[in-house]
């Protein structure tokens, strides 16, 4: 469901918000902090609803109208370059049939955190039917309580099951996706620090599933994601 309240053009001066201080900036204990599987609480959804996200048209759309009246799944996907979440993006892309969520009467959207001169060619690397918003000050991510460091120590790092490639392998898609889709390359990906989640929000103000990234290759299965939307 595209939104269709409270569209302003980006052009439009917009006032300052105060900034939400990041995890990345968290004391050492900060996996002591970090809660991987809690739902936010009415305070923050309320204050990740007054957000604003960037549509791939350039419109500026309240983060609230896109689960107000519909159960939504939210992807918080780390920036747009990311080799790990393209992979992530191709099991979305190979699982998820539009019709099924359709019917179930639920929505789904991808969030990232660059600029939305991105979107048009990212989503046509997935041939994605999905709406993609960023949210350019990662505002959101801070809110919800997605964290831009790794909670896992590296060595216990391990890799998901949607990834299908190697360090190496995944840059090499990365350029080749940009190149067959054209994408512009000049414009802010996102922050590379910057770990994601999944959500399943609304309808109004609620939430009924949440997973926060610990380490960057650790999206939770899109099938558990959709189980827990009631699909």
Request: proline share 6%.
């Amino acid at each position: 469901m595209q939104p269709q309240s409270r569209l302003v053009d980006l052009t439009e001066q917009q006032p300052r918000k105060k900034k939400t201080s990041r995890p990345s900036t968290a004391p050492s204990n900060f996996a002591h902090i970090f809660d991987e599987n809690a739902l936010p609480t009415k305070r923050q959804l309320i204050d990740a609803a007054a957000c604003v996200v960037v549509a791939e048209s350039g419109l500026r759309v309240p983060f609230g109208d896109l689960f107000r009246e519909q159960k939504t799944v939210v992807i918080f996907i780390r920036h747009f370059w990311c080799p790990m979440c393209q992979d992530y993006m191709f099991s979305i892309a190979n699982t998820v049939d539009p019709e099924v969520l359709k019917q179930s009467g639920i929505n789904l959207v991808i969030i990232s955190n660059g600029s939305y001169n991105m979107i048009k060619s990212y989503r046509q690397i997935f041939r994605t039917s999905y709406a993609v918003y960023t949210d350019p000050s990662a505002r959101l991510y801070a809110i919800l309580g997605m964290t831009m460091k790794s909670i896992e120590p590296k060595a216990e790092q391990r890799r998901s099951s949607y990834v299908r490639h190697s360090r190496a392998g995944g840059i090499a898609m990365v350029i080749a996706n940009a190149l067959r889709v054209g994408m512009p390359v000049w414009e802010k990906a996102g922050d590379a620090t910057q770990l994601g989640g999944e959500f399943v929000l609304g309808p109004g103000m609620t939430a009924s599933y949440a997973h926060r990234m610990r380490t960057r290759s650790s999206h939770a299965p899109i099938v558990r994601v959709l189980t827990a939307a009631g699909v």
